[in-house]
């Protein structure tokens, strides 16, 4: 049976529309390449670098209810991200971390857009200086990449250490932002 794409996009929004979609996904294109968003009703749950290979984990993580649908809010904040447009994201979040996870990402989201800082100076911040590893850790489970800018915190010496989606994507975001202009 083949579905026209007509019928699959009403099926979608019906699907949408009665509340029976646990988590939604698109992958979306950026300058620091494919980006996987996935969003529940409660926000924004996930961005990943790379397309493939989330589905299963997005149904173990927010219900088996998965739908592939375009999330228009995400993908148009950070396409204004990426032209140099938006500083702040607006977006609801949906954050499912332990209660430290929470801590620090909340405090990670308040470094401004081209600013950086070090994972000591972001321990001290959430009251726990000597928890810079604990909070490299973080970083790298960080499950909102880019809205949540981890990668505006560098090691202790202002080099750029461990990005979960390379330091290649770290450089490019960083640059993007002016907080590097060229290394």
């Not at 589905?55 to 991200?81: K, M, N």
């Not at 990426?82 to 308040?110: M, S, T």
């Amino acid at each position: 049976m083949n579905v026209t794409p007509e019928l699959d996009a009403r099926f979608r929004a019906a699907a949408l529309r009665e509340g029976i979609v646990d988590v939604r996904y698109d992958v979306v294109p950026s300058p620091v390449g494919e980006l996987l968003i996935a969003a529940t009703e409660r926000g924004l749950a996930r961005i990943h670098f790379g397309p493939g290979g989330q589905e299963e984990e997005l149904a173990r993580l927010f219900g088996s209810r998965v739908l592939r649908a375009p999330i228009d809010d995400v993908r148009r904040e950070l396409d204004e991200y990426f032209e140099g447009k938006r500083r702040d994201f607006d977006l609801p979040i949906d954050l499912r971390v332990a209660a430290f996870n929470e801590e620090v990402l909340r405090e990670l989201a308040r470094i401004p857009y081209g600013v950086t800082t070090t994972y000591g100076a972001l321990a001290a911040k959430v009251g726990r200086p000597r928890a810079a590893r604990a909070i490299g850790t973080v970083m790298n489970r960080n499950p909102i990449p880019i809205v949540l800018p981890c990668h505006r915190v560098l090691g202790a010496n202002g080099s750029l250490t461990g990005y979960a989606g390379g330091l290649d994507r770290k450089l490019q975001l960083l640059q993007l932002e002016g907080a590097i202009l060229g290394w």
